[in-house]
């Protein structure tokens, strides 16, 4: 059973900056593929990013260009480094972890991964 702590999270003006922080209990934590989601009020579930087991990371098009994912695999920590927020980004944020299977395409969903975080709350104000 793998174990996610998420940190970071807090209170933020728009245009402000933030890093949240994953740490993973699971002792293959290199060969795994780790991805942010978020959920918002009243919202789904949703992709904001992942990084595979080769560091290469993808993000959803709502976030492109001002959010990125990072891995320290000695630490076993992944990072969500978010720029230029905005109200729209005040969501809870979840950390998410499954295996990576070499020749399987990039996991944007939520059922495609086995192991969440609590979440951490991100609030945006204007």
């Known amino acids: 059973q793998v174990q996610l702590l998420e940190s970071g999270g807090g209170v933020v003006q728009a245009g402000d900056s933030l890093r949240l922080s994953c740490a993973s209990s699971?002792?293959?934590?290199?060969?795994?593929?780790m991805a942010w989601f978020r959920q918002g009020p009243g919202k789904e579930r949703e992709f904001v990013g992942t990084i595979t087991r080769a560091g290469k990371s993808y993000y959803a098009d709502s976030v492109e260009g001002r959010f990125a994912i990072s891995r320290d695999n000695p630490k076993r920590t992944v990072y969500l480094q978010m720029n230029n927020l905005k109200p729209e980004d005040t969501a809870v944020y979840y950390c998410a972890a499954r295996d990576q299977i070499l020749t399987a395409p990039i996991y944007r969903g939520v059922t495609d991964y086995y192991y969440w975080g609590q979440g951490t709350q991100v609030t945006v104000s204007s």
């Open positions: 699971g002792r293959t934590f290199s060969r795994d593929a």
